[in-house]
């Protein structure tokens, strides 16, 4: 898998998701290339977050999320944007559970910087510990409104811009700005009240 030789059409791109979705697995090989770029530059938006010398670099974060994405059931992708939402999940939940394990094993640390959540909200400690509460942050708003949950994983952790989110869940911008406003001063409460507790 190496880096795209030119830059693909929107519909190249399209016809690869339909192939693979119909469950052609060589079209995800095609595809990747083809995005490679772009992945990169989401799994750089990723390890910004993250302290220096983290185990995983960029360059392994897009590598393992391609290997899952190929261990995986086709998805029915309608977009180039639910591709990459898709991405951004996949790396997320990489990270996610490479700060669990880290959890498991090493308590403590040297202070680092912390990661920030666009317009305001700042989560606190190490960047591990802040990914894992910020996902079991989102586990709880995705149940209690599974909408704004996905606003922020297309939002924060896709990159996607407001205009992208709403075609992905088929709803308006408008509906994702306030959904977005709402969903961050949600987290905020949520986010003080564990590091409050000492959770």
């Known amino acids: 898998m190496g880096g795209p030789l030119r830059e693909p059409s929107g519909h190249e791109i399209t016809q690869l998701l339909k192939a693979w979705s119909d469950g052609e697995p060589a079209a995800l090989e095609k595809l990747v290339p083809l995005v490679y770029r772009e992945l990169r530059r989401m799994a750089g938006r990723y390890m910004a977050q993250e302290r220096p010398g983290h185990t995983l670099q960029t360059t392994a974060l897009v ?29 997320r939940r990489i990270l996610v559970d490479w700060a669990r394990s880290r959890q498991a094993q090493k308590r403590g640390g040297e202070a680092e910087p912390p990661m920030q959540l666009e317009e305001g909200l700042v989560l606190r400690e190490e960047p591990g510990r802040d990914l894992v509460a910020l996902d079991d942050a989102l586990k709880v708003l995705n149940a209690q409104d599974a909408r704004k949950g996905q606003v922020v994983e297309l939002r924060f952790f896709g990159g996607l811009s407001v205009e992208e989110t709403a075609a992905v869940l088929k709803v308006s911008p408008e509906t994702v700005t306030r959904d977005w406003k709402l969903a961050r001063s949600w987290l905020r409460r949520e986010l003080r009240w564990e590091s409050q507790s000492g959770a």
């Open 63 to 91: 590598h393992e999320a391609y290997m899952r994405l190929a261990g995986s059931t086709p998805f029915n992708f309608e977009s180039r944007a639910q591709f990459f939402a898709v991405c951004a999940q996949v790396m």
